[in-house]
């Protein structure tokens, strides 16, 4: 390494905007979660007004946020504040619909506390909520990095800017992709390795519609792989894992992916 190299590096430090470390601004959001999922705490017991001043606290630490985000400086970050904790109650029915969707679409689950507490789907469409609620009010930046952020915790990558339906559930979860422009409509179900992604493009058709939409009441199993902006898997349908699918298909449909297996006895071979 030679001066010319460290020169570089300082130079492009000048350059960097001001934006608060990805940790703080995932643990606010983690806090938030914690005021709105007694599930997540142990032996939560404060009063109401303790609730009221913990939420308080929680706002505030949201406009510290903005406030320290170079981006947001032309923002109206006390507005949108106040927006975002406005929309909290409705955020958290849908959140709750959520792991009512996982915890009746798994055998395993004992209880929507066990969704609550310990399920990556859950954790990461909680996280995408609260990212898309801040992408709705135009922030910048900091739905992209909660979304990352829950990638990383679960393996689960959401984009924020997706639309989804109530009612979601994902199972297991792990290698789940969903793109910028994916809709998403109630009461749909996907397992891990799903992707619901773009036919490649060119920068220039980045604001076009890239991602497929899923209508209600589909279930799409592990492995497959659903892709382009015009592409609807009408409701009520069914998708199997390992499916490749770049065109529409009508409501109350079954698409599977044939494979051909081979089951050889071992032991004629010793």
Known sequence: MNDEFFSQLYRKQQEINDVPPNGRIAGWALGLLDLLF????THPDRTIEQLKTQFTQSEKELVGILNRTKACEDCNNGLIATQFYGSLPEMRRMMYTDAAAIYEGDPAATSEFEVIRTYPGFLAIALYRLAHRLMTLDVPLLPRILTEHGHSQTGIDI???AQIGEYFCIDHGTGV???ETAVIGNQVKIYQGVTLGAMSVEK???NTRRHPTIQDRVVIYAGATILGGDTVIGHDSVIGGNVWLTSSIPPYTTVYHQSTVKIVDSKTTH
Request: net charge neutral.
């Open 38 to 41: 007694p599930e997540r705490q």
């Open 159 to 161: 984009h924020p800017a």
């Open 177 to 179: 992709v969903i793109g």
């Open 204 to 206: 220039f058709l980045a």
